[in-house]
Structure formats: C-alpha cells, structure tokens
C-alpha cells in the first residue's frame, strides 16, 4: 500500500537510470532527491499497483525520489518544479567529467502552463468532484463515434466551449466522442500528432482540469470519450526525455526517430506508456483509447507492447468498476491484431478499416490516385461489406506485394472494425484538406452519409460531417523555431508533389490563416437549406440505424452485397436476405436491402425483394416495380439511396 504520508513527496517521483544524481527544483528551491531503492516497499508516484517493470528483478533501480525528511520542507500545494540531472562521463578514468543538465520538464509532468519547453506544474487529479459515480462505460458495439479536434470544434478552442455543442451531438444520435491528441505539443495549434508530453493536457485547451470537467459533462449525456494516443513517436520540438532514459533506439519511423520497445533499457519507456494508459483511466475516466499507427510500434519481444496496453487498460478500468477498449489504427489486414491477448492476439477490441474508407472513396468520388487505384470498381466495396478487408491476401499495387489475411466469420464480429467516409488523416492529408462538402454535390453527401450509416461496421463520424461543412481542415502547425517551420512546409511540397499536387494547391501549414479556416462555422448549418438537408439525413440515418437490428446484425455471413459496375449501383442485403446462397430460392425471406445509385443518371435497380417491401428511408423519390424475372426494380433518382425491408 502507498503511504499517505508521502502523497506531497511521491508526485515528484522521476526514473532517470544514468544519473548520478537528481535534484529537483520545487518553486525555486533545491531538493536532492534519492534512489528510491533506498525507502522500503516505495511505491513510484505513489502508483497502487506499481509500474509494471518496477516488480521486476530490477525493482526501483532507477527511479528517485524525496527523502522522508524533506516532508515539512516541500510545499503540499500546487508549484511549479523541474529537475537537475547530473552524471559522469567516463567515470574512474583521467578523463572524468561531470555533467549538469539544464533544469528539465518532468517526463510525467501533468500540467506546462508556459509551454514544453518550461516548468512543469503539479495538478491533484482527485481534487475534481466528478458527478459520473453511476457511469460503468459504454461498449463499443452499437456505437457512432465522432472524431473531434478540440482546437477546431469551436471559435474558442477549449473544452469548456466543446461542452456548449454536446447536447448537439446527442441529439444527432452520437453515443462516443474520440478526441484527437490532446497532449502537450509546442506552439499554440497543431493536429496533436507533434506530441512531446504524454502525461500533459494542452494548456491552450483548458489543461487537466478543463479536460476532466469535459469528460464528466459527456458521461453526464450518456457519451462515451475515447482519446487518441501517439506512441510511435514524439515531436520534433520540446522533447527532453532522450536526458532522462532510453526513449530512442536505431532507425526511424515514418516521421522520426523509433521509440525504444524492445532494445536496452526500454523497460523504463514500457512503463512510461502503461502508466500513461493507467492515467487516461484513472485520472480522466476515458473510456477507451484509439492507438495510433501501430504498425509503426517496432516491438519484437514476446509480450508485444499492445498485448501490456490491452491487459492494463482493462485491469484499471475492472478494479473501477468500468469497462475499456482499444481500438489500433491498422491498414495491416492482419486479424491478429482483434484477437484477445489469451489467444496469443495483439489484444486490441478493434481497429480503423481503412480498405473499406478506400473503396467507398472511389465510389463516392471516382478518385484513382495513389492507393485508391486498387479499389477503382463497386466490386472492392462489395467485397469489403461482406469481409471486412479487400485485401486478405490478394495482390496490393501501391505496395507492391501481396496483403493480409482473410477475416474468421466464426471469431471476429463487424463491430471490431471502425470505418468512415471522412476521418482527420482522409481529409487533412490531401493538399487543400477539402472535405466532401467542396467537390460533392448535396446529393452526394446524402448518398455518402446513406453509404456510411447503414454498413455493417461501427461508423465514426469526422466533426462537421454532419452537415457538409464547407471547412476545409489542412494540416496545420505553429512552430516558433524559423527553421522548423520552413522543414515542415518543404516537407509537405515534397510529399504532395510525389502524389501529382502542385506547390500552389498545397495549403500552408504554418500560416495562421490555414489554422483559421479549419474552425467549424455552426451558422451554416441552420441558414443554408443544402447544410441542414444534409444534417437531417445524418439525424434520420443514424435513428434508422439504431431502430433496424438487420442493418448492425453481427455476423459477417448476414452481409452480401451485389454490384453491377456497368450502372453504378450496388445493393447490400442484411438479416435472412444476407444468408441466402447462390441458387436458393429468395422468396419468403425477410431482411433488409440497401439500394445505392452512384451515377449521375436515373437507375432502375434489380433487388431480391417483393414489390411490396416498405421503405424505410430514401434519399428522394423511390419507385419499385416487378422484375422481368422476379423480383423488384427499384427506381432511383441520380445519386439516390434507399433501405427497404421485406
């Protein structure tokens, strides 16, 4: 058990290996500090369990902290504090050094009220009076996510002006909000990816408290909060963890050095992220995390590191009394990663599916650049509602190679796969960051929210969706270093220039005024007839969803979709409609059938139906008629949709 006692003295707990000694300097004062080897059954931070590798052979080798006499010494209130490494280089040699760090951001660090690169700041994460005590969680299966960005949700930027719009969301039908990164980055605004704190709230955005007051405002609605973390990599500015441990080991990933998994000393950084998941938990009450780029978590051990953030989020969240889940960004195609940690899978509850995003893209859109020249044809759309992957083993051009494996109909469910139409990285990584509302018309956006509400999967929303914001949402940065800044819009010109874009469609990622153009405007939605019609489709849609168990059965074998790529349409069947095999008999059945025109023209669409099936929604006017050879056809205006059940 931890000691009270020492509460005020443990939060200044910091593992720090190589030093030879640590002082931490609390409101201007000194403090040495000592191997917490030193103290009986100590407790790093005052964790209750302790970090994970701290009960290890090695035990609290490594980790220092306060000595009991400094008690009466240390202020018990809020301060601002860093620490003071000092180490020997070549120690025992002529050539003996010593070397005094800087004084250093905490790695834990809760709160920078001055930015990455100052003071750390304590926070008491108990001290909110949270009003969720009856709050046990949400599942994932049934959910509609909606991925918000705090900096761009609301002129203000903050979550307390987030939680005016909640009531919004629920009355839409949005049951989970999935907030992009929030940890500290440096600069005023970023996407969240350029994160160098773990442990730290953005300060622009409200910090701890503001974060934990709107967590507790979404469990009050009956929302759910699931928070993206980045652990395969740190930004490029305000990281000062390489001083205290082995953060970094050889090679790079896709946008810097490799975080250090598997090589010497990446105990101590396996801590670091399993205690950061325990947080999320404990101190914010989140009720899942998505993990980004897991394929970018190098990690040959035999346990991997996603199998540990499986096994502590859902310990912490069972020793409260709620429940957890994960959900890894993965274009992998590899159904290990959704398989429980007991079976010798990556134990994460779901994942992105993005193959779906692909093929549905190209069938909204008709774009063939880059990786969507593999899902050009409705047949790839067919194949992804009935299998979750498009690729399961078949030949990837862009790759180059062959991809993935098939789904197991017996094992994994369509709930474990998250799709969208629209997410941050689709809309944010093409040059200008348009959304569909600038080269879609309204009936396209229409047909694209039909699309996306009455797939199998679990359906997330990208915020302003909801009703074609004509925000475009570019990438963007605010780097005070010139010379990080000029990288960083190089590096975008580059990148663009290799998928066809030219220099001058390209928007600029430090210009304030592309930060500017991101921020949602909520008048249109309410003064423009073409917003609201597309708002009311989303509302209709996702209602219709939640009243229609055949369209969210789950079961891969209750999913079968037809396509005729000469017409453009297609026609997903769910419930009974969805079993039948090729050859049996049609009538007499019951379910659900999903008729989508994506061309231009009037279609007249051969469905497995009775004429005399109802219409549950449609897009415009649907007519139905006999088939030639049994049957209905149904009649569909340009770029219409329509869910009848028989």
Known sequence: ????????????????????????????????????????????????????????????????????????????????????????????????????????????????????????????????QWSDGQWNGKPLEGAILYELHVGTFTPEGTFEAAIEHLDELVELGVDTIELLPVNGFNGHYNWGYDGVAWYTVQEEYGGPLGYQRFVDACHARGLAVVQDVVYNHLGPSGNYLPQFLEIFTAGNSSWGEQINLDAWGSDGVRDLILDNVRMWVEDYHVDGFRVDAVHALKDERARHI??????????????????????????????????????????????W????????????????????????????????????????????????????????????????????????????????????????????????????????????????????????????????????????????????????????EIADPQDPATFDSAVLQRSERDDDADHARVHTAYGELIALRRSTPELTEQDFRSIRAVADEASRTLVLYRGELGRVAEGEPREGLNGVAVVFNFSDAEAKVPAEISTQAQTLWASGDVQLSAGELGGAVVKLPPYGAAVLRV
């Open 353 to 504: 599916l993005d193959d779906w995003h692909h093929a549905a893209h190209w069938a909204l859109t008709g774009e063939e650049q880059g990786y969507y020249e593999d899902f050009a044809g409705l047949s790839s759309l067919a194949k992804s509602y009935r299998a979750g992957y498009y690729h399961d083993g078949s030949f990837s051009s862009f790759r180059g190679r062959s991809h993935g494996h098939p789904v197991d109909a017996d094992t994994h469910k369509p709930w474990q796969f998250v799709s969208y139409i629209m997410n941050h990285d689709q809309v944010g990584n093409r040059a200008a960051g348009d959304r569909f509302s600038q080269y879609l018309s309204t009936d396209q956006q229409v047909l694209s929210a039909a699309v996306l509400l009455t797939q199998p999967f679990t359906p997330m929303l990208f915020m302003g969706e909801e009703w074609g914001a004509s925000t475009p949402w570019p990438f963007f940065t605010s780097h005070p270093e010139p010379e990080l800044a000029e990288a960083v819009r190089k590096g975008r010109i580059g990148e663009f220039a290799r998928m066809g874009w030219q220099e001058s």
């Open 306 to 351: 996603l199998q540990e953030m499986s096994q502590v989020a859902h310990q912490t969240a069972a020793r409260l009394g709620r429940s957890s889940y994960l959900i890894a960004e993965s274009d992998m195609n590899d159904p290990r990663m959704i398989e429980p940690v007991a079976d010798n899978g990556l134990g994460m509850d779901a994942q």
């Open 1 to 128: 058990m931890t000691d009270t006692r020492r509460r005020h003295l443990d939060r200044f707990d910091v593992f720090a290996p190589h030093a030879a000694g640590v002082t931490v300097r609390i409101d201007g004062q000194d403090f040495a500090m000592i191997p917490a080897t030193e103290l009986e059954d100590h407790h790093p931070r005052g964790l209750d369990p302790k970090p994970l590798y701290s009960t290890g052979e090695r035990g609290l080798q490594g980790w220092w902290t306060l000595p009991d006499s400094a008690a009466g010494q240390v202020p018990e209130t809020t301060v601002r504090y860093g620490y003071v490494l000092s180490k020997t280089k070549d120690p025992g040699t002529k050539k003996e050094q010593k070397i005094t760090s800087e004084v250093l951001p905490d790695p834990r660090s809760p709160r920078q009220p001055q930015g990455v690169h100052d003071l750390s700041c304590t926070f008491d994460a108990h001290e909110l």
